[in-house]
């Protein structure tokens, strides 16, 4: 396939250089001209985007578009990777997170991720949920690292499932409930940022219709962005939807204009399900 | 393939194609069935080599622990034993007065003819035959006089006292009386004089002569004088400060290297040269790393020589490159996602590793440590190089003194010129190593199971 050579792609980006119309939630995460390179390939393209306030943002692009390789850019998971170089500024609150001196295990308490795959650790669910609060020394007292669990597995809605159960081991749970187990692990440290590597793309259908429940719920509190395969997913989920393709960030925009009318060509295509 | 070759299959019917796969079906069970049945044969063979080897082991091996004991009593005649009464500590003398006087009554002591006492204790079972001194002594361990001295020395009461002791028969007189020798060989052959062969059946027919468990094999050092009350307990404390030296050094040097060199180092081309170092020096063979071990640790550190600690750092020097390579294969096994998810939630490297990764790969790296642990248990060769085939009649009580290990014990004992009495002994000592392997073998599965379990 060609890629997509043509300048447009930059231009489309909303808010590159405008700041946000009123009325549209304050950009939480700003990146400008972000690029990847593994070894000598590049994967990522120059990826501008805004992405606002406590709500959703949804990833969509055919396999190896470097939607997911974008979405490690945010919490500098791309630096566990042999080889890998990201080049670019990525601003969390107006603040550079690849400046040098930027503690990168502060980061990630800041910007909290879930997995594609469920990976709970394999200890207690109570010990799940607690390990990100203990290692951050977020308490002072075991009342309060109680009262935080709670409250994660509350907001993950599976505190009702597990209350019997918290000394039992995350592992021994359903996978539906393993994946909100990690999104609890992953609230317990209140990140500002949520990023969700395609969080439903190994659960049935009713499991991931309680995960797009409660992703709709987390935007209440916390700035959501998930890398989604699912268009569908994208549309029930997201408010702003952003389409990558061949590590170019095409679109990005309003979920219902982009699915609705989309101005770019690839998009148009994407979507109607024309490639990908 | 031609289109002629493809429209040929193409126009066979179903029912030829069938028969075609079916015709092929017996063949193809037919090489199943062989390939298992070479299998089968595979594993009995194997089987069969070690049972032969344990019931060689077992046979010669077993016997060795039941050593035959003269029972009788003995006279502490007055008239015999010298140096009178033991000395006790005056008013007024100092310690170290005493302490002189009480070594110069032992001496005193010992240099009186407890030989005596031994032929008369063993002549009183059997009055009526006539044999010389020397052909009744012979068929008694010469440690036995040391064992009457060291009783009447802890307790000097027994003067004048007749009490029942069990002496231990000499080696010849074992291998007498359990037949090791043949009957028939004329009497230069024989290893004991008529007189003491006559004197051994006596006994042992009208059954003060019986075979005993012999515990000493278990308390006693080697001995070359008295070659039936040898033991093992000097090799047995040599292995085993050995191996407390190996535990200590190699697995938090060997589990360390393994983490820094899979979690944090970067792969490069020094890290690889590194790993290759590594998968190599687990094929040297062990006698250079003897060699190694004179020259640096003995002659360079001028560690003493035939000490467990240099046995020890040899062995670690050995044992770690297997514990490095099972190390780093445990934590690569680690599922990638776990790591992300500790990384994910802002755990450093060192606690990602050392909250998440390392507990998983504890069974991976107990079974390495008891692998590699069992494999320098076994290891003789580099011993021998540091002079640990020495003669030691001592119990080492610390890992700098001088001591032997079980390995070469074996090989001490297999060449020992009384070769019916030690191929006994050396089986029992393969026994002795062989079921301490056992134990720890067991050990590690016992503990790799409880660990598994909890996770």
């Given amino acids: 396939m060609d890629i997509v050579q043509d300048q447009t792609a930059a231009a489309t980006v909303p808010g590159a250089s405008t700041p946000a119309p009123a009325g549209e939630p304050a950009a939480r995460v700003v990146t400008r001209d972000v690029s990847v390179f593994y070894g000598q390939k590049q994967a990522l393209f120059d990826v501008s985007i805004d992405i606002p306030d406590r709500s959703v943002t949804s990833f969509i692009g055919p396999s190896g578009c470097g939607k997911s390789t974008f979405l490690r850019c945010i919490n500098r998971m791309n630096d566990t990777i042999d080889g890998c170089r990201v080049s670019g500024i990525v601003e969390l609150d107006g603040e550079d997170i690849n400046r040098p001196d930027l503690d990168v295990v502060e980061l990630r308490a800041r910007v909290g991720m879930v997995f594609q795959k469920p990976n709970p650790f394999p200890k207690s669910i109570y010990q799940n949920v607690a390990y990100g609060p203990r290692i951050h020394g977020m308490t002072r007292n075991k009342a309060e690292l109680d009262e935080i669990v709670v409250t994660s597995l509350k907001r993950a809605g599976l505190f009702e499932e597990v209350k019997d159960r918290l000394d039992q081991p995350g592992t021994g749970l359903s996978g539906g409930q393993q994946q909100r187990l990690c999104i609890a692990r992953a609230i317990a440290t209140r990140p500002e940022v949520l990023l969700m590597d395609e969080p439903c793309s190994a659960l049935d259908p009713i499991a991931t219709a309680i995960i797009e429940e409660l992703i709709d719920e987390l935007r209440e509190n916390f700035t959501i962005v998930i890398v989604t395969h699912s268009m569908q997913q994208a549309a029930r989920v997201s408010q702003k939807t952003a389409f990558f393709h061949l590590g170019k960030l095409i679109e990005t925009g309003d979920t219902e204009q982009i699915f609705t009318n989309p101005r770019h060509e690839k998009t148009q295509d994407y979507i109607t399900g024309r490639f990908g | ?455």
């Fill in chain 2, 1 to 455: 393939m031609s289109d002629a070759a493809f429209g040929d299959i193409d126009n066979r019917s179903n029912k030829e194609l069938r028969e075609l796969v079916h015709k092929n079906l017996a063949g193809r069970h037919r090489r199943e069935a062989i390939f298992r049945t070479l299998g089968i044969a595979a594993i009995a063979a194997a089987l069969g080599f070690v049972i032969i080897l344990f019931g060689i082991m077992l046979s010669k091996g077993l016997p060795a622990f039941w050593q035959a004991n003269v029972h009788t009593e003995v006279y502490f005649d007055p008239d015999v034993i010298k140096g009178g009464p033991k000395p006790v500590q005056e008013a007024g003398q100092s310690d170290a007065d005493y302490q002189q006087k009480v070594l110069a009554w032992q001496r005193t002591v010992t240099l009186s003819n407890w030989n005596n006492l031994v032929e008369q204790s063993v002549r009183r079972l059997a009055p009526d035959l006539e044999v010389e001194k020397r052909d009744v002594l012979a068929i008694i361990t010469s440690a036995a006089r040391f064992d009457l001295r060291d009783m009447y020395v802890n307790d000097t009461s027994l003067l004048g006292k007749t009490i029942p002791v069990a002496l231990l028969a000499s080696a010849d007189a074992d291998n007498w009386v359990k037949g090791k020798l043949p009957r028939d060989l004329p009497d230069e052959r024989q290893q004991l004089s008529k007189g003491s062969r006559d004197l051994a059946d006596r006994l042992l027919t009208d059954g003060s002569m019986t075979f005993d468990f012999a515990m000493h094999i278990f308390t006693n050092v080697d001995s070359r004088s008295a070659p039936a009350s040898a033991g093992l307990a000097g090799a047995f404390m040599g292995s085993l400060y050995m191996m407390l030296v190996v535990i200590v050094l190699a697995v938090p040097i060997g589990v360390a290297s393994a983490v820094y060199l899979e979690e944090f180092a970067p792969k490069n081309r020094w890290t690889d040269l590194i790993e290759v170092n590594i998968n190599n020096l687990a094929a040297v063979p062990s006698i250079v790393f003897g060699l190694l071990g004179a020259a640096v640790f003995i002659n360079y550190f001028g560690l003493p020589r035939s000490a467990p600690l240099v046995g020890g750092l040899v062995l670690t020097l050995m044992t770690l490159p297997t514990i490095i390579i099972a190390t780093r294969s445990s934590l690569r096994a680690v599922p990638p996602s776990l790591r992300q998810a500790a990384l994910g939630l802002g755990a450093s490297r060192t606690q990602t590793v050392f909250h998440h990764v390392l507990p998983l790969t504890f069974p991976g790296i107990l079974t390495a440590t008891i692998i590699g642990v069992a494999q320098a248990l076994g290891e003789t060769a580099p011993l021998l190089l540091i002079g640990m085939n020495a003669f030691i009649a001592n119990i080492p009580s610390s890992p700098l003194e001088s001591a032997t290990a079980l390995p070469v014990q074996i090989y001490l004992w297999q060449g020992n010129e009384n070769r019916h009495f030690f191929e006994g002994r050396t089986s029992a000592a393969i026994i002795v190593l062989l079921a301490l392997m056992i134990v720890l073998n067991a050990i590690a599965i016992f503990l790799r199971t409880r660990l598994e379990k909890r996770q």
